[in-house]
Every structure is written in C-alpha cells, then in structure tokens.
C-alpha cells in the first residue's frame, strides 16, 4: 500500500535558522507529490506539485525537491509566520483519485 | 482564498446520531474528494466523487456515504456516529486532466461526538 513518513514530527527553529523537512514515500509508481501547509484550525493550503526525480520548485523561503523515494522541503532564513504544520502527499498511477497523505511536521518558528 | 467552502464550521452530536457535512467546489471543478482529518495527524482519504459518481473509496464503514449533485457540490453522510468520528471533516476539489491535479482544500468542518 502507498505510504508517506515526515520526519521529523515537530521542528523549533530560530528565526533565520535555515533547514529542512523530509517526506519519505511508497508508491507503486509515483503521480505526484504535494506539499501543504496548515495552519491550526483550518484546511490545508496548496504550496508545491512535484511529479518527477530531479524536479525543484521554489517559493519565497521555501524550495521543495524530489528523489525517487523521498522530497525535502528546504526552509530558508524563517520567519515566525511560517510557522505551521507542513503535509506531504502522494499521489500514485494505480489510485490517482486518492491523496495519501503524512502525518505532518510542525514547524515553530521563534523571533 | 480556495473558492472551496464547507458548512457547518462546527458541530456537536451524540454517539448514535447521523450528521451531513456539505462542500461548495471551487468554480469549475468537477471533482470532490472527502478526508477526515483526527487530531496530530494527516488527512486520511474517505472518497471521491466524480460527475455524482463515487470514484474511489478509502478503509472507512459503509456508515459513510456521500453524495455528489449536478453543480458539483457534494454532501458527506455519517450514520450512527461513534466516539472515533470525532474529527476535522475536509473537502477538497478538484479539475483532473487539466494540467495539475491539485487538491483545493476547505477549511475544514470540526465535528465532535460525545
């Protein structure tokens, strides 16, 4: 079954202390993965769609990469109002109508 | 803003109770997909539906039903409601084949069974 591990579960940084979130997955045949963020008590915000190894996307002071078993979400020079939880999704060729998502990171991010 | 609007926010019931959740699609989307979310975790697939068909299903009871109408928005049914449904109910749309097949995400309705 397709599955996505995000390590680490919650994250403190200082603002302007860069770093980076991971998103571990298995799929039979890889889609697409997405990234998210969600801020508490509400839905999640769409940030990046990444669909093949190698492929980079940047945005502001995030920038997301993807190998062929895992993406990282690169956080640079941070500020309090990134702080959120940030999801990662992947989408497969067998089940594309279904999103499986992970648990989340929770990025704090202190002044 | 994501055009994708849930109601109610909130909701109380009791173990037993049925409840409906309801989904407006953002504008030209044609596809809903419902998640549940629980506390300090991920977003777990419910189903889908596509031109008011289901097209595809999760690991959850037939006591989830759903139902999707011509102007694409969609309703999300619980039937005899147990103390594990307590959760975030999430709808997300959708425009498969266009491009990206980005999930558009509502806020979310927080419903608690007690």
């Known amino acids: 079954e397709d599955q996505v591990t995000q390590s680490p579960e919650a994250l403190r940084l200082q603002e302007g202390e860069s770093s980076s979130l991971n998103c571990s997955y298995t799929?039979?045949?890889?889609?697409?993965l997405f990234w998210y963020r969600q801020d508490p008590g509400k839905g999640p915000e769409f940030l990046f769609t990444?669909?093949?190894a190698g492929e980079e996307k940047e945005k502001e002071r995030l920038k997301a990469t993807l190998t062929k078993k895992e993406s990282f979400l690169h956080i640079t020079a941070p500020k309090p109002e990134d702080s959120a939880t940030y999801l990662c999704?992947?989408?497969?060729?067998?089940?594309?109508?279904?999103?499986?998502f992970g648990s989340g990171t929770k990025l704090n991010v202190k002044p | 803003e994501t055009g994708v609007t849930q109601s109610p926010t909130h909701l109380i019931k009791t173990r037993g109770q049925q409840v409906t959740l309801r989904c407006s699609s953002q504008?030209?989307?044609?596809?809903v997909s419902w998640y549940q979310q629980a506390l300090g975790q991920g977003p777990q697939f419910i189903f889908q539906?596509?031109?008011?068909?289901?097209?595809g299903r999760g690991n959850f009871p037939p006591r989830f039903s759903g139902l999707q109408f011509p102007n694409y928005s969609s309703e999300l049914n619980v039937n005899a409601l147990e103390l594990d449904d307590s959760a975030l109910y999430l709808c997300?749309?959708?425009?498969?084949?266009?491009?990206?097949?980005?999930?558009?995400f509502g806020a979310g309705t927080r419903l608690s069974v007690l």
């Open positions: 997300a749309s959708s425009r498969p084949g266009q491009g990206e097949n980005i999930q558009y």
């Open positions: 799929v039979s045949g890889l889609r697409g």
């Open positions: 990444l669909y093949s």
């Open positions: 999704a992947v989408q497969g060729q067998d089940n594309f109508n279904k999103f499986y």
């Open positions: 504008s030209g989307h044609n596809t």
């Open positions: 539906y596509y031109r008011e068909e289901e097209n």
